[in-house]
């Protein structure tokens, strides 16, 4: 039995939770709705303030599903409620981003700025700490892939290189560093 499949799912107050047609689970709270389909082989089942995700039998694909299944209904719960969010790092001198509406827009050593639009539920916020001259990015939202996407979407205008770790980065990353030209030049000799 998956042990991620077979924990149940605690369902907060306020937070409602439907199946409609075709195994589609949908998930009402006080921070938004969303819904999302399962397998079809799998059944979902409330008892007052919990919900459990069962499977019928023991075959191979019915293991693989069950685990996904329950994590991505609970992370619809907790989306509901508390929401999801990413932090980025932007390191670098003279790398900085703004806000400009709800977009926000890179300056990132191109010729140009980079503006990414932000996908509808997903919000950016700039934290900026002056003393160390950084900029930290907050995407958040309440679906937790889309949230995901949109961090990875902003991480790829400029990822971290190898030699001096400039660029954006997930707040917590471990940038490994390359020693350089002038290591190599000294291990010759």
Excluded: C, W
Aim: proline fraction near 5%.
């Amino acid at each position: 039995m998956s042990r991620i499949g077979r924990s149940p799912i605690p369902i907060p107050s306020g937070v409602s939770i439907s199946v409609v047609d075709g195994n589609v689970v949908m998930v009402k709270g006080p921070k938004g709705e969303l819904q999302q389909a399962i397998s079809g082989d799998l059944t979902v089942r409330q008892e007052e303030s919990t919900l459990f995700v069962e499977r019928p039998d023991n075959l191979r694909e019915h293991r693989s599903q069950h685990g996904l299944a329950r994590t991505l209904i609970n992370n619809m719960v907790v989306g509901v409620t508390q929401g999801h969010s990413k932090s980025l790092d932007i390191v670098g001198v003279g790398y900085r981003a703004q806000m400009e509406g709800r977009n926000l827009l890179l300056n990132m050593g191109y010729s140009h700025p980079v503006r990414i639009a932000a996908a509808p539920g997903i919000t950016f916020e700039l934290i900026s700490n002056d003393k160390a001259r950084t900029q930290q990015i907050k995407v958040s939202g309440i679906d937790r892939q889309l949230v995901g996407q949109m961090a990875a979407d902003v991480r790829k205008v400029r990822k971290p290189e190898p030699y001096k770790g400039k660029g954006i980065r997930y707040s917590g990353e471990i940038v490994r560093l390359k020693a350089g030209k002038r290591a190599a030049a000294v291990a010759k000799k």
